[in-house]
């Protein structure tokens, strides 16, 4: 029995065969790891009602496997007493290998991530089908910087003098570049924000109104109703206040068409007459109906005010003319004046010349 123990002592001081018990030891950890993974994790993950866990189970059980085994083996390796350039080079290989199976997997991930996080019927939601190839560009240049990062490290080199250098180019390229690189910020915010979409009508606080016809990453274009295209960069977009006409539950807009009839006309036949003008006219929507409002004694006359719904904002120049010209047909035909701006001066007396009497004419 000593002599077992003694042989089995002289075994275990012996730096090689510690190594490959290391090893032995990383690879069966490894199998049974991925046996858990497809057997019971898996079962779990599919009760789940997102794909997602799946997914992450099917796609990174190798690299979990490999590092495992190469962390073993690395361990193993240091009992051999590899030193200098071999040790650096068996170790910046693999863990480089290592790296780049965690790089694989994660870039083949990230079209699955990305469409997980744009699942949902919320308009507003961060990730959209158009800001989807924005967000994987992103995740991927990430991905594979980090990658690049850690491997770079595992051959021992330094790089806070590349960093150091980076920083400061960065900030000569910001300082350089700010207004194309505030209009590239606030693209990506009103991508991913949506306060308007393509086919909008929308209004800016500078005047500046139209139908959004391109949403880029530099600029925004509106084609005016003068058939006119406006570029306006998307930093200015960004900080103003924006009125989409085509928001709200539905894309109707309530057009308000100023009327005035003279004083002493009867309101209720006033009321009646313009009311069958919006009921005659075809564009205007029976829903929500139509409305008459008496809104002041004006200086000239009574001002009524009409109400009416249009099937979309960009149609309220068209409207305001077919109702003002059907609302001066209908009130003339109705015998209803329209007034107009007048002054009367009233004259006291007649003033005294100096030297004729009162009276006397000049």
Known sequence: ???????????????????????????????????LMQGSIRSLAKRTKTPIDDQILELFQGPITLSIITLAMLQGLEHWGIAGRLRTLVFGLSITLVVISWMGAALRFAGALIDWFGTGENPHRLVQPKTKPLFLFVYKSLVVAFAAYFMILAWGQDLSAWLASAGIAGIAIG???????????????????????????????????????????????????????????????????????????????RLRVPVSVAYGSDIDHVREVLINVTDAEPLVERFPKARIRFRELGDSGLLFEILVWVKEPVMQEEMRDVILTGAYKALNQAKIPIPFPQMDVYIKETPVQEGRPAGEPS
């Open 1 to 35: 029995m000593n002599e077992l123990i003694e042989i089995t002592e002289l075994w275990l001081n012996k730096s090689w065969v510690i190594g490959i018990l290391y090893f032995l030891a990383g690879l069966v950890i490894a199998l049974m790891v991925r046996f």
């Open 175 to 253: 300082l350089a570049s700010k207004d194309t690189l505030a209009n590239f910020i606030s693209g990506i915010f009103i991508i991913a924000d949506s306060p308007f979409k393509i086919g909008d009508f929308i209004v800016i606080d500078n005047g500046d109104r139209g139908r959004v016809t391109h949403i880029g990453i530099r600029s925004t274009r509106l084609l005016t109703p003068d058939d006119v295209e406006i570029i306006i960069p998307n930093a200015i977009m960004g900080n103003s206040t924006i009125v989409n006409q085509s928001g709200g539950p539905y894309e109707k807009f």
